[in-house]
């Protein structure tokens, strides 16, 4: 049996899932250098979303919002209301 776990480089959360985990990819570059790819450094990491959240590293429209959004009606729904709606609104 293969187990993968997912680690977060910089707090040490660890997961089952790669779900909720950011690569994170970082390059130095000294300011005014001319010469390109001369002191250039890169690093990559991966981050759990609680580390992402602290350096307000994630989109607007988190997961945690996205989850509170109403889902759309299902067409049982609307015809139940367009039912309801002709029975109280008789012609
Ligand atoms: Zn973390």
Same mark, same amino acid.
């Given at each position: 049996?293969?187990?993968?776990?997912?680690? &977060?480089?910089? =707090?040490?959360?660890?997961? !089952?899932?790669?779900?909720?985990?950011?690569?994170? @990819?970082?390059?130095?570059?000294?300011?005014?250098?001319?010469?390109?790819?001369?002191?250039?450094?890169?690093?990559?990491?991966?981050? &759990?979303?609680? =580390?992402?959240?602290?350096? !307000?590293?994630?989109?607007?429209?988190?997961?945690? @919002?996205?989850?509170?959004?109403?889902?759309?009606?299902?067409?049982?729904d609307?015809i139940q209301e367009?039912i309801?709606?002709?029975?109280?609104?008789?012609?």
């Amino acid at each position: 049996m293969i187990v993968t776990t997912y680690t &977060c480089d910089r =707090c040490n959360h660890s997961q !089952d899932e790669g779900s909720q985990m950011w690569e994170i @990819e970082l390059t130095r570059k000294e300011k005014g250098l001319k010469f390109m790819g001369a002191q250039k450094t890169k690093l990559n990491a991966l981050w &759990c979303r609680s =580390c992402m959240e602290a350096h !307000d590293l994630l989109p607007s429209a988190s997961l945690k @919002e996205v989850e509170n959004i109403k889902p759309p009606p299902t067409i049982e729904d609307i015809i139940q209301e367009m039912i309801e709606d002709a029975l109280s609104n008789p012609i």
